[in-house]
């Protein structure tokens, strides 16, 4: 992949974007009152989408990288719109969209096959037998019409325990097959913990986890990611919006969401500045199933508006007043306490998905995976020592119930 820094002229992306509003996406930022004001040279000429290193990999990625989980088929024009602003980071999994997402990556490489190297190109696997995961190596490959992969992960890994030896070698064959390039894990449970223990491998390529301005600031994350970073390992986050899980249609949410407004941010840019004012942080993943959510991801990363003490203050206050609408995604506190083995911080996700993303159906689509015995459990199951035990105080057994109601 090529690691300078893409320019494209802000005419150019304006005049591009204009039809799908990137009037609205980018002009607040630019008419910003607090920002400094752009320069001629830079009103003809922005660095569309600044790229980092990875880790100690020697490969520079594009702070923003886009997610894959939505109908990329149908949705090939955006893929290149990415790939003029620099969005050359992309990430996929096997099981995304059923394997649609993958599939529509493949098309597009159909294509335009000299477009792959532009590419850094991620792809997951559940961690299960090494059997499975070279299987569906294989088809990620063969879908997404390429040799290789630049960064595999082993998906949604609750404890670093799934890095073992065996994992070791088998990502070591894979890299010197020449299948993929960089291996690493996802993760969005015990994310801390994973993130120290890997830190002490020296195999950990990089690591995607959910990091976002409520987990950010926390001790523990801070001496993760330090650890992480120490250790060479690229970090991309995920998450990033730090949605909640209990159904909160608030005032804090439109105030918080006015105060940007007034200021010429939306709430969600602000969010995504406050993660990249993180210079440890390689990239952050974003869904961006449309052309207006890339457009105005993009201006916020383009845009160098800092964000103000004032503008950080806001967003600590909100975190503290949503305190407990948000599951951190720490299942080794309630997880054991719950006789039935309900995947509390699965069902949790799944209800941010719904309630924070409005994605009900890719929800319902996940909830419909729970084993239908497991399904029946939650019901019956005591949930009084996990909800004595977490720390966010959540209503553990009123949203396993709401998530029956609302998700089966
Ligand atoms: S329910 Fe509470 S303890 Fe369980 S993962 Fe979520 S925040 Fe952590």
């Known amino acids: 992949m090529n690691d300078k820094p893409h320019r494209i002229s802000r005419r150019s992306f304006i005049k591009s974007a204009g039809a799908a509003g990137i009037g609205s996406a980018l002009a607040p930022l630019v008419g910003h009152k607090q920002a400094r004001a752009a320069t001629p040279a830079e009103a003809t000429d922005i660095t569309a989408v600044p790229t ?17 989980m939505f109908d990329i088929p149908s949705n090939q024009t955006m893929l290149k719109q990415a790939i003029r602003w620099g ?32 590419i850094f190109l991620v792809t997951k696997s559940k961690p299960g037998s090494h ?7 294989t088809t990620s490959l063969k879908r997404m019409n390429t040799d290789h992969i630049d960064l595999f992960f082993a998906h949604g890994v609750r404890d670093a325990d799934t890095m073992d030896s065996g994992m070791r070698e088998w990502a070591a064959e894979q890299k010197a097959e020449g299948k993929i ?19 002490r491998l020296d195999w950990i390529d990089g690591i995607m986890m959910t990091y976002n301005f409520r987990l950010m600031h ?31 249609k608030t005032s804090r949410e439109l105030k918080l969401a006015g105060r940007f407004v007034k200021k010429g941010f939306t709430d969600k840019q602000a969010k995504l500045k406050a993660v990249w ?16 959510i890339l457009m105005a991801n993009i201006a916020a ?4 508006t800092m964000l103000t003490d004032n503008d950080r203050q806001h967003l600590d206050r909100y975190a503290r007043e949503t305190f407990s609408h948000y599951c951190a995604g720490c299942t080794q506190i309630c997880q054991s306490t719950i006789a039935e083995n309900v995947p509390v911080g699965d069902v949790m996700r799944y209800l941010m998905y719904a309630r924070s993303y409005g994605d009900v159906n890719d929800a319902r689509r996940r909830f419909a995976a729970i084993p239908d015995a497991l399904r029946k459990k939650m019901t019956r199951a005591n949930y009084a020592a996990a909800e004595a035990r977490c720390p966010r105080q959540l ?5 396993m119930i709401e998530a029956l109601e609302d998700l089966a």
């Open 301 to 304: 990363a383009v845009d160098r």
């Open 131 to 137: 059997r499975q995961m070279s299987k569906n190596l």
């Open 181 to 199: 390039r960089l291996f690493g894990f996802s993760t969005h449970s015990n994310m801390e913990q994973c993130l120290l223990d890997a830190a």
């Open 218 to 248: 926390e001790e523990k994350m801070k001496t993760a990611v330090k650890a992480c970073v120490d250790a060479g390992i690229g970090l991309t986050a995920m998450k990033t919006q730090g949605g909640g899980t209990v159904d909160t």
């Open 52 to 68: 980092r290193p990875f880790g100690r990999s020697g490969i520079h990625v594009p702070i923003l990288s886009l997610g894959g």
């Open 277 to 292: 004012e993180n210079p440890q942080i390689s990239a952050l993943c974003s869904q961006m199933p449309t052309m207006s």
């Open 87 to 118: 969005v050359t980071y992309w990430d996929t999994a096997h099981t995304y969209s059923g394997g649609h997402s993958e599939e529509g990556i493949g098309q597009y490489f159909k294509n335009y096959p000299d477009h792959r190297e532009k």
């Open 395 to 399: 209503p553990i057994a009123r949203l």
